[in-house]
Structures are given as structure tokens and as C-alpha cells.
T-cell receptor
């Protein structure tokens, strides 16, 4: 089955700096890769996703890149703000299911 | 758009008691997923339904857990008897499959504490 590894487990950045979170997956059949943001005590919320026929996708300050050959994908957040502080989860599709990474705690210091 | 609705939001119960968690998916979605989230194990898929039919229950921990989806707008996750190690946040998510779209939208979760 699919296995998703996510790094780093924690990330601290200064406000205004960029943050990058990386994930690797094992199943070459995976074709959908979403990213979720979860604030403390809240539900995971979809922030951006990418499909395997696209290499990069951008939405304002966030972007996701996908390298199918290497089986890894990354989340990039530019000009970080305190409200970006949260836990971020990557996921990869496995059939109709999603397999989630372990999460990255992002702290943006002001 | 109401989003995914879960109830109760918090549940505190004693070991051995039966617990029933409820979920109403987004109207028009045809797939429903139950997840459990803990610090130790992260976000685990317990079971998912497509068109009200259970498709994959390989994540259900043991026979104490059961889930049903009697119609397109309602699902339950039952734990009987409950144990302290069941304490976690349980999320329900819904999606529209199989249009090639796998976006899953999560409910607010039920925080379960078993003492």
C-alpha cells in the first residue's frame, strides 16, 4: 500500500521568510496530492492540491511542486505570516483513499 | 453550504460504555470517510463508504468498532465497549467520487474521552 513520509516534523521561521515542507510517497499509481492545514482544535482544511499531470501549482502565497519521477512533492509558503502557524499535512491518493503524512508543525515567529 | 456536520462535538464516557458518533456529509457527495486522530498515530482512516456501501474497513481497529451508513445523508461510528485507548478526535469527511476529484472535506470532529 501507499506510504507517505513528511519532513520536517517541526519548522520555525521568521515572519516574512519562506517555509518549505517535503513529502515522499511510495506508490507510483498515486495521482492526487492534497495539502491540508489544521489549526489547533480545528478540522483539517484543504489549502491546495495537485494532480499527477501537473508539475507545479500556485495560489497566492502557497505553491506545490510535484516530481513524479522521484515520487516527492513539496509545499512552499512565501512571505509567511503569524496566521500561517498550524500543522500541515500532505497526502497521496491510494485508489479512492488518501494516505496522510505525519504532519509538520509550522511556527511563524513575529 | 452547511459543510460536513458531526455530533456530538465532545463526548466523555466511562470505560465499557457504548459511544455513537454521528456524521452528515455534504449534500451531493457520494463518499464518506471516518478518521481517527491522535498524537501518537496521526490521522488514520478507519473506514470509508461509497454510495452508502462500506468499501474498505481495513483501518477499523477491532470488532468493538462498527460503522453504518443507512442513507446518503447520515452515518454513524459506534464503539462498544469503549476503552481509554479509544480517546481521540474522530473526524468524518466527505467527497465526490469517482469523478477523478478526491478532495475530502472534513467535519469539525468529535473529541472522545474515555475514562
Amino acid at each position: 500500500g501507499e506510504n507517505v513520509e513528511q519532513h520536517p516534523s517541526t519548522l520555525s521561521v521568521q515572519e516574512g521568510d519562506s517555509a518549505v515542507i517535503k513529502c515522499t510517497y511510495s506508490d507510483s499509481a498515486s495521482n492526487y496530492f492534497p495539502w491540508y492545514k489544521q489549526e489547533l482544535g480545528k478540522r483539517p482544511q484543504l489549502i491546495i492540491d495537485i494532480r499527477s499531470n501537473v508539475g507545479e501549482k500556485k495560489d497566492q502565497r502557497i505553491a506545490v511542486t510535484l516530481n513524479k519521477t522521484a515520487k516527492h512533492f513539496s509545499l512552499h509558503i512565501t512571505e509567511t505570516q503569524p496566521e500561517d502557524s498550524a500543522v500541515y499535512f500532505c497526502a497521496a491518493s491510494s485508489g479512492n483513499k488518501l494516505v496522510f503524512g505525519a504532519g509538520t508543525i509550522l511556527r511563524v515567529k513575529s | 453550504d452547511a459543510g460536513v456536520i458531526q455530533s456530538p462535538r465532545h463526548e466523555v464516557t466511562e470505560m465499557g460504555q457504548e459511544v455513537t458518533l454521528r456524521c452528515k456529509p455534504i449534500s451531493g457527495h457520494n463518499s464518506l470517510f471516518w478518521y481517527r486522530q491522535t498524537m501518537m498515530r496521526g490521522l488514520e482512516l478507519l473506514i470509508y463508504f461509497n454510495n452508502n456501501v462500506p468499501i474498505d474497513d481495513s483501518g477499523m481497529p477491532e470488532d468493538r468498532f462498527s460503522a453504518k451508513m443507512p442513507n446518503a445523508s447520515f452515518s454513524t461510528l459506534k464503539i462498544q465497549p469503549s476503552e481509554p485507548r479509544d480517546s481521540a478526535v474522530y473526524f468524518c469527511a466527505s467527497s465526490l467520487l469517482p469523478r477523478g476529484a478526491y478532495e475530502q472535506y472534513f467535519g469539525p470532529g468529535t473529541r472522545l474521552t474515555v475514562t
